[in-house]
């Protein structure tokens, strides 16, 4: 049963590898009703289809306008007026949007998890918890050599050589800093399970209330 009110929105930022979707899939499963959408910031990165593989490879995906935040925005406020969106998909080993896009429906909790979801202030200010997730670099750069060269495609010289370039300098200089917005800082990510049960409280308790003013 949904609850037709203005769905939950949270917001789950950390630097690349912190764990982020590891969290986000740990909140999911906590929870005990699955009316919940998780949507991933990397899905809004720009549409590049008048660029060559060439131009794409060397983009730099770890700046805000990387992003289609206009896009991501749009469509968060229409989940938050409980309509239906076409989300876009993205291929990392093309570095594009693919054409097919995925209709996601309306939900009671929606999760929103990307490296650059604070920094932007009307986004921030749509999102009802935020949380932070906290892990160590040399640990978060060991996870996406081996996440980076399983699952996307990449060699193991292309992963160092973006982690120098662009991904760490972009960290300092656009994750780190918005931990200070964050309401709740998770150290070690979705393995932390005394963080998550507090957060899956919280949460409950969030749609608890919605219920009773419904
Ligand atoms: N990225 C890339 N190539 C692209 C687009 C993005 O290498 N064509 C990289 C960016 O450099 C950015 C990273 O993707 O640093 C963002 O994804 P990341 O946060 O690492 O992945 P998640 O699975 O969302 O996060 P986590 O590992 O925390 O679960």
Same mark, same amino acid.
């Given at each position: 049963? @949904?609850?037709?009110? $203005?769905?939950?929105?949270?917001?789950?930022?950390?630097?690349?590898?912190?764990?982020?979707?590891?969290?986000? $899939?740990? =909140?999911?499963?906590?929870?005990? *009703?699955?009316?919940?959408?998780?949507?991933?910031?990397?899905?809004?990165y720009?549409?590049?289809?008048?660029?060559?593989?060439?131009? @794409?490879?060397?983009?730099?995906?770890?700046?805000?306008?990387?992003?289609?935040?206009?896009?991501?925005?749009?469509?968060?406020? +229409?989940?938050?007026?409980?309509?239906?969106?076409?989300?876009p998909?993205?291929?990392?080993?093309?570095?594009?949007?693919?054409?097919?896009? *995925?209709?996601?429906?309306?939900?009671?909790?929606?999760?929103?998890?990307?490296?650059?979801?604070?920094?932007?202030? +009307?986004?921030?200010?749509?999102l009802?918890?935020?949380?932070?997730?906290?892990?160590?670099?040399?640990?978060?750069?060991?996870?996406? =050599? &081996?996440?980076?060269?399983? +699952?996307?495609?990449?060699?193991?010289?292309?992963?160092?050589?973006?982690?120098?370039?662009?991904? $760490?300098?972009?960290?300092?200089?656009?994750?780190?800093?918005?931990?200070?917005?964050?309401?709740?800082? =998770?150290?070690?990510?979705?393995?932390?399970? &005394?963080?998550?049960?507090?957060?899956?409280?919280?949460?409950?308790?969030?749609?608890?209330?919605? $219920?009773?003013? @419904?």
């Amino acid at each position: 049963m @949904r609850m037709n009110k $203005r769905p939950i929105l949270i917001g789950i930022i950390g630097g690349t590898g912190s764990g982020k979707s590891t969290v986000a $899939r740990s =909140i999911f499963e906590s929870l005990p *009703e699955k009316n919940i959408a998780i949507i991933q910031q990397d899905s809004y990165y720009k549409d590049q289809s008048h660029l060559t593989y060439e131009e @794409r490879v060397k983009t730099n995906y770890d700046n805000p306008l990387a992003f289609d935040s206009e896009l991501l925005k749009k469509h968060l406020r +229409e989940l938050l007026q409980n309509n239906s969106i076409e989300k876009p998909i993205y291929d990392f080993e093309q570095h594009n949007r693919k054409k097919e896009k *995925e209709l996601i429906h309306p939900k009671d909790i929606i999760i929103l998890e990307g490296i650059m979801i604070l920094d932007d202030c +009307e986004l921030r200010q749509l999102l009802d918890i935020k949380i932070f997730v906290d892990t160590d670099a040399d640990v978060r750069i060991i996870r996406r =050599i &081996v996440r980076d060269i399983r +699952e996307r495609g990449r060699t193991l010289e292309s992963v160092i050589d973006q982690y120098l370039t662009t991904v $760490r300098p972009a960290h300092l200089q656009f994750v780190e800093p918005n931990k200070k917005y964050a309401d709740i800082i =998770i150290p070690e990510g979705g393995y932390n399970q &005394v963080a998550i049960d507090i957060m899956v409280a919280k949460i409950k308790s969030i749609i608890e209330e919605k $219920r009773e003013n @419904r």
